[in-house]
């Protein structure tokens, strides 16, 4: 039985994967790395400002008819 082994740097999938695995880990990297750049984008004249991506509560929207 003619068989051969492969070394594992001769296997493409190989490369492949630590390419993909390197994306991923440099991705997150940058990702924490732009979030710490960043501020929270909050006003500071509020008091206890928490950033939600929810629209405001019906007591905190205006209440003329104009605004929907």
């Keep these: 039985m ?9 296997v493409p ?5 630590l ?3 390197g994306s991923a880990v440099l991705g ?4 924490v790395s732009a979030a710490l750049r960043h ?6 004249n509020i008091p206890h400002a928490v950033a939600s ?8 929207r ?3 008819d104009a605004t929907p």
Excluded at 39 to 44: E, I, N, T, V
Aim: hydrophobic letters at 45%.
């Design 2 to 10: 003619n068989t051969r082994t492969s070394v594992w740097y001769r």
């Design 28 to 31: 997150s990297l940058l990702l």
């Design 39 to 44: 501020d929270d984008q909050l006003h500071a």
């Design 53 to 60: 991506p929810l629209p405001p509560s019906a007591a905190a």
């Design 13 to 17: 999938e190989v490369w492949l994967i």
């Design 19 to 21: 390419a993909l695995l």
């Design 62 to 64: 205006p209440s003329d």
